[in-house]
């Protein structure tokens, strides 16, 4: 049964849902945007008897707090706020750590910075930050496919994306992939987490807050410093497993070329038939392949 809680961490309020009984290993699974907390619904309901999970809203999303500024949408801080939220849920416990979209890269910053906590990690389609910028740097198509990022960026995105019912940002999603998951219900319910005050400014502010660059169609780049990065800082020493919808308009394959450089025990699954939003176009393949994954560590 689904309880929803909140608690003070990192100097926050977190609130959260956690699944399953408290006697099984932990998993903490993270959402990207534009979702929230409900992101992983359909995957936890399928995985709730073998893990407690525990999906967060993250800063400046849903129920969570919303920090003023840019600067406090750094990664660092988004990882040290689900580290925390982990230590004030289970205390020195170990656990597994899942992401999606912009999930995906806390949950690569967490790996990145304290790997000791996380036993294994799961990703699906979302990317690692030095490959990403590497094919929006060197991929044509996946620098066109990132020509959103700018706009979520500009001054005025939250006016745009507020207007008619959030139309801009539902076409958005849409455009990314299959989404008859959307139903009206589903849709009144994202409309009501992008109205929590401040929630829309925090949102796109983890845009304005990322190092990632992308260059106008055509632009030459001189200086990229993420693709000038010290290899071991940002290695995945942890169990990885990578779980990769091969129709994702958003990100194109180019974007995990090379990812194997960075990760010393990778596995990669392609699922076909589903876009970007894969945790809801196929959660039980999903689920499937993180329940056979996580289970090698028992």
């Known amino acids: 049964m689904t309880q929803r809680q909140s608690v003070e961490a990192n100097g926050l309020s977190i609130a959260y849902e956690v699944d399953g009984p408290e006697d099984v290993p932990l998993l903490l699974c993270l959402h990207g945007f534009p979702e929230y907390r409900v992101a992983w619904a359909d995957v936890a309901t399928l995985l709730q008897s073998d893990f407690r999970i525990v999906r967060p809203d993250q800063r400046g999303y849903g129920k969570t707090a919303k920090p003023e500024g840019v600067e406090a949408y750094r990664t660092h801080h988004l990882a040290a706020d689900m580290f925390a939220l982990m230590e004030a849920i289970a205390p020195g416990r170990t656990f597994f750590l ?104 925090a949102m796109l502010n983890w845009y304005r807050a990322s190092p990632v660059i992308v260059p106008a169609e055509g632009e030459e780049v001189a200086d990229v410093p993420l693709l000038d990065i010290d290899p071991e800082r940002v290695r995945v020493r942890m169990p990885h ?46 689920a499937e392949l993180m329940r056979a994954f996580l289970g090698e560590a028992s």
């Open 98 to 201: 899942a992401g999606h979209d912009w999930g995906a890269s806390v949950a690569y910053a967490m790996a990145f910075a304290k790997p000791d906590p996380i036993d294994r990690l799961v990703i699906a389609n979302g990317p690692h930050p030095v490959t990403f910028q590497r094919a929006i740097v060197d991929d044509p198509a996946q620098r066109i496919a990132s020509a959103y990022i700018p706009k979520l960026k500009a001054e005025n995105a939250e006016k745009r994306l507020a207007e008619d019912g959030y139309r801009r940002l539902l076409n958005m999603m849409e455009g990314f992939s299959n989404c008859d998951f959307l139903d009206e219900e589903k849709r009144r319910a994202y409309r009501d987490a992008w109205s929590e005050p401040g929630a829309l400014t």
């Open 241 to 286: 497993l990578l779980i990769w919808s091969e129709e994702d308009a958003a990100l194109r394959p180019s974007v995990i070329d090379g990812l194997e450089n960075y990760v010393d025990d990778l596995r990669q699954v392609f699922v076909p038939g589903a876009g970007h939003w894969v945790l809801h176009e196929k959660p039980q393949k999903v």
